[in-house]
């Protein structure tokens, strides 16, 4: 039985609601267009456009936008992903009517006044350069150029100082007018509230609201060799990303890969890089694994910090870890703890209120239903020692793998 229900409007914006018995109510809604939607020489428009959502709309004023909710006491914010454009609020549940008219407000009926576009580009151009102050961030976008080089996903979703400085209302409005398609838009509620009850609050501020089904364009990204890059920077310690392409969100071998990465790199202290690297040889205070995937395209990547003299061993060492991943399938028990505390931490994760509600609109985006924790652990613990193995051996693939490094400038 589906714990959550759907209702579509005749524009297609579709409503997911989920009960839960609490006084406050998470909300969001997310759009179907991020910065893979973006066309060249426009780096940073779907993160400038959610920035400006804020700013000023029909019939509200900033600081009538800003306080429409705080004022109440709710949370609101956003935020751009290389697919998705998303808010979101946290609030208590008697206020819900007033969240929906303000993002019916603000995706639909914003303007994007001239002042306000200058005053947050300065916003976004100090964003990036603290961005870039940070190595251990900016590896991680300069490494996505790297693996997706000549395409939308290399691009960082701040955008370059070059190609915000040249955005203007037209790139706007174009960029919405082609991609916020009322057809991939989902509105999520979680909260203590009758579905008949929030169908009609729904209905009353999204069912005006044009159809637009201009249809996706969506490229896949080619495929690339492996490859090796090292870069100097005025920073103290050696940064480095290693990583290959995965497997997109509806491959049958995702559950595989997310068990992998969780029990190579995870969540927790006791992840096989965090044992070896930095617990048995002391040598990088941070080491980690994720996985992410797309519609058409995923991404692995492991990320470690260390001084630079101890680099070559961490890396060497990080090989070590894949290797035996590639060579030897997990034992029965090592295959049983794995799932156990993989399935462990999805469950704690659904204690997150807002952002389960944010995952299933995604899911409910991409793949037109949203499975139960039920389904996720019996997809977990169906992975067999034997496909990850191949696993291992197809993504871990050394002669596959990109490899990038800061490193300290003498």
């Given amino acids: 039985m589906l714990d959550y229900q759907v209702h579509t409007l005749p524009n297609g914006i579709k409503l997911l609601f989920k009960h839960s018995p609490s006084a406050i109510t998470h909300c969001c809604m997310m759009v179907n267009a991020g910065a893979r939607d973006e066309k060249p020489g426009k780096d940073g428009l779907a993160h400038f456009i959610e920035h400006l959502l804020f700013k000023e709309t029909e019939r509200r004023s900033t600081t009538q936008i800003l306080n429409h909710l705080e004022l109440v006491g709710a949370d609101l914010n956003a935020y751009t992903t290389k697919e998705y454009t998303c808010l979101h609020a946290s609030?208590?549940?008697?206020?819900?009517?007033k969240a929906v008219d303000l993002f019916e407000d603000l995706i639909f009926?914003?303007?994007?006044?001239?002042?306000?576009?200058?005053?947050?580009?300065?916003v976004i151009l100090d964003e990036i350069a603290s961005y870039l102050d940070q190595p251990e961030e900016a590896i991680q976008d300069d490494f996505e150029g790297l693996l997706f080089k000549g395409h939308a996903f290399g691009n960082n979703i701040l955008g370059a100082p070059e190609s915000v400085n040249a955005l203007s209302k037209d790139d706007i409005d174009d960029f919405i007018a082609t991609n916020y398609n009322t057809h991939q838009m989902v509105f999520g509620v979680f909260g203590d509230h009758d579905f008949n009850a929030v169908i009609k609050m729904f209905s009353k501020y999204f069912e005006g609201v044009k159809a637009n089904e201009q249809p996706k364009n969506r490229i896949a990204p080619v495929t690339i060799q492996g490859a090796e890059l090292s870069l100097k920077r005025p920073i103290s310690q050696t940064h480095c990303v290693i990583g290959n392409r995965a497997y997109p969100s509806n491959h049958p071998e995702k559950y595989g890969l997310l068990l992998l990465n969780n029990l190579l790199g995870g969540m927790g202290m006791s992840s096989r890089l965090n044992l070896e690297i930095r617990e048995k040889h002391g040598i990088a205070y941070t080491i980690d694994s994720s996985y992410t995937s797309f519609t058409d395209t995923g991404l692995f990547s492991i990320y470690f910090g260390t001084d630079a003299e101890k680099a070559a061993k961490a890396l060497r060492l990080t090989h070590k870890e894949l290797k035996k991943l590639r060579d030897k399938p997990l034992g029965t028990l090592q295959l049983h703890q794995a799932k156990q505390k993989f399935t462990g931490q999805i469950a704690l994760a659904e204690e997150n209120r807002?952002?389960?509600?944010?995952?299933?609109?995604?899911?409910l985006m991409d793949f037109d239903r949203v499975d139960s924790l039920e389904e996720v652990f019996g997809k977990v613990n169906a992975v067999t020692a034997e496909q990850l193995l191949q696993i291992s051996n197809e993504v871990f693939d050394p002669a596959a793998m990109c490899t990038l490094m800061f490193e300290p400038e003498e």
């Fill in 109 to 122: 009926h914003s303007t994007f006044p001239q002042d306000e576009l200058e005053k947050e580009r300065g």
């Fill in 354 to 363: 807002l952002s389960l509600i944010l995952s299933m609109c995604k899911s």
């Fill in 91 to 97: 609030l208590l549940k008697q206020h819900l009517s």
